[in-house]
């Protein structure tokens, strides 16, 4: 694309009001948006910092300024702290510069500092809210009766999650800008809903969809005695609708316990974040949006001349209104394809771009309820629409309408003529129509797609263009995609055996992963469970199973795994022994090191025991938490990812495969036993309560209700059949195994059954890939642990060391002691670590978090850690770190974190002496220490990090 088209060349030079462009799949977008701001910036009295461009990537955002670069007179370093970025870097960078105070405005004391971390790990923020969770229910006993209804209670960090992408917040003492009333839902739009799907069909002959679904009320479910029974909701037989009252009777129900649960979980998970030094991204957003809302002057200060928001269907409700607080004028373009909508799961609200106008007026007006926050007018709106193709051929954009209004079920039934009245129907501007869209099937069905590939390459019928001319297709010309990722990791092994080139991309489940799963079993071996663990690691080492069996029997270990056993229990750290099992089977790779990353980033926030770290990832597993993999195609591979992941990509041939039932769209998962919506509010779906005299979960029947009066439609699974299909280039293929899916079933296609012959000879000199994954780069300072500074060569050579387990019980009896003091001392160690608390006199303060930031460079980084115990008197604050070890070999090391506890300290008592000191229980001596200084310490960071 060299020249811009009319409609692009009518956004390009349309740089001021308001403007909705429906920019549909391949139609230029990012060529059309960045020649725009080029354009904008050119004007005599705009200057880079006047435009704001939002992306939802960071990888996206850099491809921006590429493009800008090329098409404006400021070049990358010009371009380098242009507000170009994602909504959550602007937040970051806002909060950053002015918001220390922000948490005040909803009541809560902590501060935002320079050092506090953006936590992007959601396994890492899993444990730290179950930590919390824990605490918060043994301090409010109220709410017993809740936790009990609830089969895993980190679920409600996924709903504050979304309350807070609704604009939903507490405050200390109750509901930012009428918050709650959210949370009560709307009964007038919930009765439209009601009414629409309540109307009896067929002209009134047949009964509504509603009654119908009321058909299965009850089944497989326990209700209180107080619940109606089917008759009493559907009427008796022979009528057609529901009883119009039916719909007060569910909406209505004494929520207010309920609400006050989520409240109090909500604002002291927000005080906990804050005192840990973090915030998610949701908090980012959450603390910018009251920060603008509250702080008149800075919102004016940092109001932008323009604002550009990319891909606005993958934006949430907060995300808009930030981007209206943000705006200091009309000038507002936001850039989108309603169709490509496949983020819901992230909090993505399809109806900002679908309901723009009325979103804009209502957002709007009630930002301005209390004070005038949009000064600029919101209409009118000017709708550009990008039309033209520059991807796939016409047969293939054609074909792809059919994904948005096909069915995901047989029961589910499709308004085709209003969702066509929506779609922007693309035309292609490619110079051949030689497209071929087939359908496969066979049981095996990774061979068959393997087979399938084989055909296509170096067969002159799936010819693909190239600049151009049409050339015979090769291995690199086609992608596998996928709806999960279990299918594509499974297609690669068996490519795998046949040397077929291959690369996976799109994401893995880390602690799913061989490294993981090896870490594990060892970990297991060294604590109780040892049976599991070492049948994983005979079974790595090649022992059959009738070899395990006998030798979990007899507990004869062979001896080399024995000796490494001893070693690992030697260790003194979570880190050094993940190290040494990884070193041991020579895992050395990114994979490795980012599991490594995972766990030392929850041990340093964390008092993690050996046993923690078996739960934790043993969570990861059953959670299937996910990194991004980023593999390169080596010479000549076949790509296979996930839809998720090919969002903005292209491939010339697509084969779409697993297109089978429960697996697109997928079958199991469900909600949360505490739900949000907009239109219901917050409700329950399962209770506790003792109804017959016995203690018992009951089914919420008014939940079940609500539910079957709301739409069920997989509208965004066809969405995501929408973004597969409109990926290809040159042809499309559809592949299936013994049980198609709907989907496939109804498209118009033919599905042939293929035999599978894969041709080991056929394969040709190409490089088969290995799946990686990228150690990610959170936003804000760089955090690290004292352990970052910290060799764990001091230990290798110790032979003696009791392990960290005796560490761990060491240090959990001296917290409990301080805490409780009705704990007994079980050996030597302890008895020691009882006589020197029982000997100070101040206040001891124990497992105190500690943050340290330093400049590297000119970057800010934050050292934290946990301290053993501080002990406070009136004119000294003394770290007393306490320490297992028989000797004092490791005693360099032990400085170096005591330097950083000591200088954090320094800082935090200002008026009395600190002073850090080792004390060895085994030898019942204290060793002070002189601190390393700040510089030192800034230079060993710099070495070892």
Not at 318 to 331: H, M, R, V, Y
Request: proline share 4%.
């Amino acid at each position: 694309m060299t020249a811009p088209n009319p409609k692009q060349r009518e956004l390009i030079e349309s740089t001021e009001g308001l403007y909705l462009v429906d920019a549909g799949a391949g139609t230029g977008k990012t060529f059309t948006v960045t020649r725009r701001y080029a354009n904008i910036v050119s004007q005599n009295d705009v200057e880079p910092d006047d435009v704001l461009l939002i992306t939802f990537t960071r990888n996206a955002a850099t491809e921006m300024k590429d493009r800008i670069v090329a098409n404006c007179d400021y070049d990358m370093r010009a371009l380098k702290d242009a507000p170009i970025q994602t909504f959550h870097s602007l937040c970051n960078d806002i909060l950053e510069q002015h918001g220390f105070h922000a948490p005040t405005h909803l009541g809560i004391d902590d501060a935002i500092t320079g050092s506090t971390q953006i936590l992007e790990n959601e396994t890492i923020e899993r444990e730290y809210f179950g930590g919390f969770i824990d605490q918060f229910s043994d301090d409010h006993s109220e709410y017993d009766d809740l936790f009990r209804s609830l089969s895993e209670p980190t679920e409600l960090l996924n709903l504050i999650n979304n309350l807070a992408a609704k604009g939903v917040f507490p405050t200390a003492d109750g509901w930012y800008r009428d918050s709650k009333s959210h949370l009560e839902g709307d009964f007038d739009a919930f009765k439209d809903i009601f009414d629409e799907v309540n109307q009896p069909r067929n002209g009134g002959s047949k009964q509504s969809k509603l009654r119908s679904k009321l058909g299965r009320y009850g089944k497989n479910k326990c209700y209180l005695p107080d619940a109606p029974d089917r008759s009493e909701l559907r009427d008796p037989r022979g009528t057609k609708a529901v009883p119009d009252e039916v719909a007060e009777r569910a909406f209505d129900e004494d929520r207010k316990h309920l609400i006050g649960f989520i409240h109090d979980i909500y604002i002291e998970y927000l005080e906990f974040a804050l005192r840990r030094n973090y915030l998610n991204f949701s908090f980012l957003q959450l603390f910018t949006f009251v920060l603008l809302c509250e702080d008149d002057d800075l919102r004016e200060s940092l109001a932008f001349e323009y604002v550009m928001i990319d891909e606005f269907q993958d934006s949430s409700e907060i995300q808009f209104k930030l981007s209206l607080l943000l705006a200091g004028t009309d000038n507002i373009c936001v850039v989108g394809d309603w169709k490509q909508s496949i983020y819901s799961f992230q909090y993505a609200a399809i109806e900002n771009i679908t309901e723009f106008d009325s979103r804009l007026e209502r957002f709007t007006t009630d930002l301005n309820d209390d004070a005038e926050r949009v000064s600029f007018p919101v209409e009118p709106i000017t709708r550009i629409e990008l039309e033209e193709n520059y991807r796939s051929t016409q047969e293939i954009l054609d074909f792809s309408e059919h994904a948005l209004v096909t069915p995901a079920s047989r029961r589910e039934s499709i308004d085709r003529e209003s969702i066509l009245e929506q779609v922007v129907s693309l035309s292609s501007n490619t110079e051949h129509e030689h497209s071929r869209i087939e359908a496969f099937q066979h049981d095996d069905e990774h061979e068959a797609i393997l087979t399938k590939v084989q055909e296509i390459v170096g067969n002159d019928a799936y010819a693909v263009e190239d600049d151009g001319e049409l050339r015979t297709p090769e291995y690199g010309d086609i992608a596998v995609l996928t709806r999960t990722r279990d299918f594509g990791r499974d297609l690669l092994s068996v490519a795998e055996e046949y040397d077929l080139p291959m690369a996976y991309e799109g994401g893995i489940e880390l602690f799913r992963t061989d490294q993981a799963k090896l870490l594990l079993a060892w970990l297991r071996i060294l604590e109780t469970n040892a049976d599991r663990g070492w049948a994983v690691v005979l079974e790595r080492a090649g022992y059959t199973l009738d070899e395990i069996d006998h030798i979990l029997g007899h507990e004869s270990y062979p001896e080399n795994m024995a000796a490494f056993r001893r070693e690992l229990a030697a260790l003194e750290t979570t880190n050094a022994i993940t190290r040494q099992v990884f070193d041991r089977y020579g895992y050395d790779g990114p994979t490795a090191d980012v599991i490594l990353t995972t766990i030392q980033s929850v041990y340093s926030t964390t008092t993690m025991t050996l046993g923690d770290l078996i739960r934790f990832i043993e969570q990861g597993i059953e959670s299937g938490h996910t990194e991004e993999v980023h593999a390169a195609a080596g010479t000549n591979a076949i790509t296979v990812q996930t839809i998720h992941s090919v969002k903005g990509l292209e491939h010339p041939i697509v084969i779409l495969g697993n297109m089978n039932s429960g697996k697109f769209p997928p079958a199991g998962g469900r909600d949360g036993t505490i739900t949000y919506s907009e239109l219901t509010g917050l409700r329950q779906r399962k209770c506790y309560a003792e109804a017959h005299g016995d203690p018992h979960i009951y089914d919420n029947w008014r939940t079940d209700v609500l539910r079957r009066c709301q739409p069920t439609e997989a509208d965004e699974e066809r969405r995501l059949l929408y973004v597969a299909m409109t990926r290809a280039k040159d042809h499309l293929l559809f592949s299936a195994g013994d049980d198609p899916n709907t989907f496939l079933e109804e498209l118009p296609v033919d599905i042939i059954p293929l035999e599978p012959a894969v041709d080991i000879d056929r394969v040709g000199d190409t490089v088969q890939s290995q799946l990686t994954v990228s150690i990610p780069q959170p936003n804000g300072p760089d955090g690290y642990s004292p352990h970052s500074l910290m060799s764990d060569e001091i230990y290798e050579d110790v032979g003696q060391g009791r392990g960290k387990e005796f560490g761990s019980a060491a240090h959990e009896f001296a917290e409990q002691y301080v805490l409780e003091d009705d704990v007994a001392p079980r050996n030597d160690d302890e008895r020691n670590i009882k006589e020197l608390l029982d000997s100070l006199e101040g206040t001891p303060r124990v497992e105190e978090q500690v943050y340290l930031p330093l400049e590297i460079d000119g970057d800010q980084v934050t050292i934290s850690g946990v301290v053993d115990l501080v002990h406070v008197t009136s004119d000294r604050a003394e770290i007393i770190d306490y320490k297992t070890d028989q000797g004092r070999h490791a005693e360099s090391e032990y400085r170096t974190q005591l330097s950083v506890y000591y200088h954090a300290l320094d800082a935090w008592f200002e008026s009395r002496d600190v002073s850090a000191s080792i004390y060895y229980s085994a030898r019942d001596s204290r060793v002070e220490i002189e601190p390393l200084s700040k510089d030192d310490l800034a230079d060993l960071l710099e070495i070892r990090a």
